[in-house]
T-cell receptor, first 114, second 114 residues
Framework: AQSVAQPEDQVNVAEGNPLTVKCTYS??????LFWYVQYPNRGLQFLLK????DNLVKGSYGFEAEFNKSQTSFHLKKPSALVSDSALYFC????????????WGAGTKLIIKP | SQTIHQWPATLVQPVGSPLSLECTVE??????LYWYRQAAGRGLQLLFY??????ISSEVPQNLSASRPQDRQFILSSKKLLLSDSGFYLC?????????????FGEGSWLTVV
């Protein structure tokens, strides 16, 4: 069965430091991977996705993610964190086995401290 | 550009009362439409998805139903609400086509059943 895991429930980073939010996946075919961000009491906003091609994907708000096939990971990164980056981050993988729905990670709360 | 509107943003309903949440998408045609529920500020659960008018799939058995009276309108309903129906409901859309298409979310509706 296809799955996605976000091993960290919460990540704490000091403002200005680099940040990484981890995501690992398990798929039977080609992976289609997505990152979303959710601010309090708001809907989810799309950040970036990997479909094919370059392993380093750049997205909104200065975020990027690196696709690593051998490690089955798709970690979200940003070189310099902002306090405004504090939010809930979701990784998702497309279920290509059945109905092409997104399988969601449990979410990682990112806290950026001034 | 495409936009998604979801309303009402918040509502408080007594147990046993009916529910109607509405969602419309603008700037596209024949979208895939989705209703998600988010409990406890974390996990996303797909409730319904629709690939066209009168083509609605339910992902989990529940007290809710969905309808798609027009191409870009998606409605979530209940005849009699339960306390367990409380939560944050998110409407979303994606273009038809391959697994790489992005899902875009509305701003959500907070439902409290009392």
């Amino acid at each position: 069965a296809q799955s996605v895991a976000q091993p960290e429930d919460q990540v704490n980073v000091a403002e200005g430091n680099p940040l990484t939010v981890k995501c690992t996946y398990s798929v039977s075919g080609n992976p289609y991977l997505f990152w979303y961000v959710q601010y309090p009491n708001r809907g989810l906003q799309f950040l970036l996705k990997y479909i094919t091609g370059d392993n380093l994907v750049k997205g909104s708000y200065g975020f990027e993610a690196e696709f690593n096939k051998s490690q089955t990971s798709f970690h979200l990164k940003k070189p310099s964190a902002l306090v405004s980056d504090s939010a809930l981050y979701f990784c998702a993988v497309r279920d290509t086995d059945s109905n092409y729905q997104l399988i969601w990670g449990a979410g990682t709360k990112l806290i950026i401290k001034p | 550009s495409q936009t998604i509107h979801q309303w009402p943003a918040t509502l408080v309903q007594p147990v046993g009362s009916p529910l109607s949440l509405e969602c419309t998408v603008e700037g596209t045609s024949n979208p895939n439409l989705y209703w998600y529920r988010q409990a406890a500020g974390r996990g996303l659960q797909l409730l319904f998805y629709s690939i066209g008018i009168d083509q609605i799939s339910s992902e989990v058995p529940q007290n809710l139903s969905a309808s798609r009276p027009q191409d870009r309108q998606f409605i979530l309903s209940s005849k009699k609400l339960l306390l367990s129906d409380s939560g944050f409901y998110l409407c979303a859309w994606s273009a038809t086509g391959g697994p790489g298409n992005t899902i875009y979310f509305g701003e959500g509706s907070w439902l409290t059943v009392v």
